[in-house]
């Protein structure tokens, strides 16, 4: 997943995408509005657009940047999003976006392209790698928004756990099958113990689909979403029930968190708080983020956590 800020045209080799404008305050200045997800365990957004923020009003007089911050998960925020976009007079200029989702914005008229700002910003050249340029590209090849960041999934396993269950460190699987030859063994030898953790259920959104089933998708041969020569979406097919399946396992031979754990819109906190700190889980399918909150500057500082966490990745 690659997030990007897509916005106005009005934000000079900043970004792109709708809203009627900017509007004018009783002072008669113009005001530019940021929309932007609160990312508890990713507070350096809120850093990066605040002092955007000084930078873009010192070198524009007269203009004056409103930072929108919405609070709640992703369902919550793009609901919001989609409610405000639906009328020139509320959408924002600019906002905080999963390039997943530019396409769509994108079809309904909702972000204008970037390319002539982007042209005219050395470091649109000289900081971002081709690949990452092409996260927030649309079907007419134009680039409608500027990734802030990327990122990485894998598999998060406690080693502490592992010991106790015998199990090898550093843990190198190759297949899905290793995965759940482990999940079983902590099930078997450390009673008490979440063996393995995903997301999967309907209350996670993109959590559940990106990070869980897609993540198991694209380690199928040839499994993909959507077929880009016949520019058809695969609904079905080996790929896709071989994933089902791998999940269907989990659940049908509890190995994975107990039903209300699974449907808590806060598992990732209960997995990155308590949990993995607490040795009470063994594996977890997620992305390199997943450890922000341990760090010294994080939510919940586990100063001990690189020697007691360990990472690999999420085998084919």
Known sequence: MKRTLAGSLLLLTAVAGCGAGPAQDAAGSKELEVLYKVEPTWPHLEKMLTGAKKQYEAAHPGVKVKLTAVQGNNEAYYTKLALLNRSPDSAPDLY???????NADVAAGKLAPLDGYLAKWPDWNTQFPDS?????????????????????????YQKDVFAKAGLPVPWEPKTWNDVLTA??????????????????????????????????LYGTPGGTL?????KKWVAGGKNFTDALTFINTIYREELGPRQADAHNAKLYDKIAFEWFPQAKIGISLDGAWASSPWKPTGTKPWPEWTEKIG??????
Do not use: C, N
Request: charged residues 20%.
């Open 96 to 102: 905080y976006h999963d390039t997943f989702q530019v």
């Open 132 to 156: 990452v340029k092409e996260a927030a590209k649309g079907g007419d090849g134009k680039i409608y928004g500027v990734p802030i960041s990327t990122d990485t999934r894998g598999l998060w």
């Open 183 to 216: 999940a079983r063994t902590i099930k078997q030898k450390v009673p008490g113990v979440i063996p393995f953790s995903m997301y999967s259920t309907k209350i996670h959104g993109e959590a559940s689909t990106m990070q869980g089933f897609e993540m198991l």
């Open 226 to 230: 959507y077929d880009e020569t016949q």
């Open 311 to 316: 990472w690999t990745r999420m085998p084919t």
